[in-house]
């Protein structure tokens, strides 16, 4: 089994910053993406950052040069650095990952999500 842990959410003024961490834990054998996804009320989830193994990142248009993402494959842990921050990043911030696990039943794929992190940017 594969579990998924954030931290680092707040309260942050606008033009603040804030650095979430998302740690892997478990028989892991391989990770594959990582990627932070942001759900505000009454919106959908939507993915804000990713990146692959190899370290390719991809960003949602709207945090374009202020966000920025990396991970650390020896603690498999991904984070996300929010500079600039705004009102309209307010959300409750995921991590998913996906990779591979070893079992009772041998390798197996895995994709877990995070429970969130309340991300609030207000003055």
């Known amino acids: 089994q594969v579990q998924v842990v954030e931290s680092g959410g707040g309260l942050v003024q606008p033009g603040g910053s804030l650095r979430l961490s998302c740690a892997a834990s478990?028989?892991?054998?391989?990770?594959?993406?990582m990627g932070w996804y942001r759900q505000a009320p009454g919106n959908q989830r939507e993915l804000v950052a990713g990146?692959?193994?190899?370290?390719?990142?991809n960003y949602a248009d709207s945090v374009k040069g202020r966000f920025t993402i990396s991970r650390d494959n020896v603690k498999n842990t991904v984070y996300l650095q929010m500079d600039s921050l705004k009102p309209e990043d307010t959300a409750v911030y995921y991590c998913?990952?996906?990779?591979?696990?070893?079992?009772?039943?041998?390798?197996?794929?895995?994709?877990?999500w995070g429970q969130g992190t309340q991300v609030t940017v207000s003055s």
């Open positions: 998913n990952v996906d990779g591979r696990y070893y079992s009772s039943s041998g390798y197996q794929d895995f994709g877990s």
């Open positions: 478990g028989t892991i054998f391989s990770i594959y993406n």
């Open positions: 990146i692959i193994r190899g370290g390719r990142t």
